[in-house]
């Protein structure tokens, strides 16, 4: 009785309502038992695949990404078993923490318990939550991460205390371990801090105190890259030079829609209500288009300024319950919600058959690459029976990219097959094979890409993969190729088959 008492004392002095913990733990609960049940559908998906293969070669660093993710896959598949279901459990935990620090998120900027399960719920029916809950991928975490830096940042701001400049700090140094672009994110609350205050948490000491937590967690990444010469930004500029001029023309209906359309009205609330009503958080209000200009200028992926949009949403959400006392108006949102939870299970969600993908692929190309790696893995099983006994000892299996890579490396023991090799990302620093492995070549590689096999000789197309499902994904077609073998032996030829895009 007196540690309720106390706790009740505590919230009232904070001015803040008290933690709807019971709904908001049954929406969480509802969410992670949806996830868990559809685990196992369709299969890995091609960058899990590349996960578990980076998690076997540990490091504090990789050339497309700081080592958190392939870290969490190898622990996940340890514990919980090498299948999609196994690794997918911690995917599972962090889309359902990301819900909780939502409706944390809400409580801190004056919502109610009503507020607060509004805020869950949206969260829970967000279709780019819900997507990277159902796989691991970097986005997984650094969507857990980026509300959690939000959050702490939040009670920063309304408390004017210094001292969570440590855990804002500590937060910002996990999150870099997993993706840099919390940095665009620092960067945008800086800015907005500045323009629109409150400006004293800028001031004294507190804050080096967190810039130099933050690169204290983050130091030992950061050192890999720099000793390896900053590849990661080599990665990055291909991917804008590649997507980015597809990513800002899209950059707008894709976040629309990534979220889900009809919690547009929420999120415009929300930047309202910060504005309006409360001064001291002003600056999340301002970070969400100095962030979108950020990604934008970077050519980068419309989804990374997703997370903010979501703490636009939760502070919309208390706007909403005092719109939704009346009885039809809570009908309504009511029904939003479930159109919007329905889309985005549609969408996101591997609750179609397989062959009935191309209904959602345009929209969501992830759901394809989840389908066909065992029957990938058959098609090149078979054309490596075909290489007589006597040559095998001198084979190689070379694939054009990870996802082949990855597909093999999981799928291959079965069938007999060889450790394959691979120029791409990180798998070109795990090669490349010995220079005595003069041939053949089993080429692998997606149909249209014509410019690999100047690297090879006497090569003639043996097969082409059908994964046996109608679906239009990356794999579907892709090219079998025996070549007698390399133009050059494998170190002299090694540069020049590593590529990152």
Request: aromatic share 10%; proline share 6%; with cysteine.
């Amino acid at each position: 009785m007196r540690a309720v008492e106390r706790t009740a004392r505590q919230q009232a002095a904070s001015g803040l309502a008290g933690f709807a913990a019971v709904p908001v733990t049954i929406v969480v609960a509802v969410v992670a038992a949806v996830l868990t049940a559809l685990s196992s559908r369709y299969g890995f998906h091609r960058d899990e695949l590349y996960f578990l293969v980076a998690g076997a070669h540990p490091a504090w660093g990789y050339v497309d990404q700081p080592p958190l993710t392939p870290l969490v896959a190898r622990a996940a598949t340890a514990v919980f078993g090498h299948t999609p279901a196994g690794l997918r459990v911690v995917s599972t935990l962090a889309c359902a923490a990301t819900v909780y620090v939502v409706a944390l998120v809400a409580r801190e900027l004056g919502g109610g318990r009503r507020a607060q399960v509004l805020a869950a719920l949206a969260t829970a029916a967000s279709g780019f939550v819900l997507a990277v809950g159902h796989m691991v991928s970097t986005a997984t975490f650094d969507l857990l991460a980026w509300v959690v830096v939000a959050w702490l940042a939040l009670r920063l701001l309304r408390t004017g205390d210094g001292r969570w400049w440590l855990a804002l700090g500590a937060a910002v140094g996990l999150a870099t371990l997993n993706k840099y672009l919390v940095g665009l994110l620092a960067v945008a609350l800086v800015v907005a801090v500045l323009v629109a205050g409150p400006r004293g948490v800028l001031r004294g000491l507190w804050p080096v105190a967190g810039v130099a937590v933050a690169l204290l967690v983050a130091g030992p990444d950061l050192w890999w890259q720099a000793t390896h010469g900053w590849p990661q930004l080599t990665v990055a500029g291909g991917i804008s030079s590649d997507d980015g001029a597809e990513n800002r023309v899209l950059f707008v209906p894709m976040q629309i829609a990534y979220l889900s359309p009809l919690f547009v009205p929420v999120w415009i609330a929300g930047i309202r209500h910060l504005w309006r009503d409360l001064p001291w958080a002003r600056s999340p209000a301002l970070a969400y288009p100095v962030l979108c200009v950020l990604v934008l200028a970077a050519g980068g992926k419309s989804y990374y300024a997703l997370p903010l949009l979501l703490v636009l949403t939760a502070a919309g959400c208390e706007p909403l319950a005092r719109w939704t006392r009346g009885r039809w108006r809570t009908t309504v949102v009511a029904v939003a919600g479930v159109v919007a939870a329905a889309m985005s299970v549609l969408i996101t969600l591997p609750v179609l058959p397989a062959d009935s993908l191309s209904v959602v692929n345009g929209i969501n190309a992830e759901q394809g690459e989840q389908v066909g790696w065992p029957a990938f893995t058959s098609a090149v099983a078979a054309r490596w029976s075909a290489i007589p006994a006597a040559s095998r000892p001198h084979a190689v299996i070379f694939t054009e990219n990870y996802g082949e890579d990855g597909a093999l490396a999981r799928y291959g023991p079965a069938y007999g097959l060889p450790a394959p090799y691979s120029g791409h990302m990180s798998n070109a620093g795990w090669g490349p094979p010995p220079d005595s492995a003069n041939g053949p070549v089993l080429l692998v590689y997606q149909d249209g890409d014509r410019e690999i096999g100047r690297h090879f000789t006497g090569c003639r197309e043996v097969g082409r993969v059908n994964t046996g499902r109608d679906v239009d994904n990356q794999e579907q077609g892709a090219r079998i190729t025996l070549c007698a073998g390399t133009a050059k032996p494998w170190s002299a030829l090694w540069p020049d088959l590593r590529h990152y895009y």
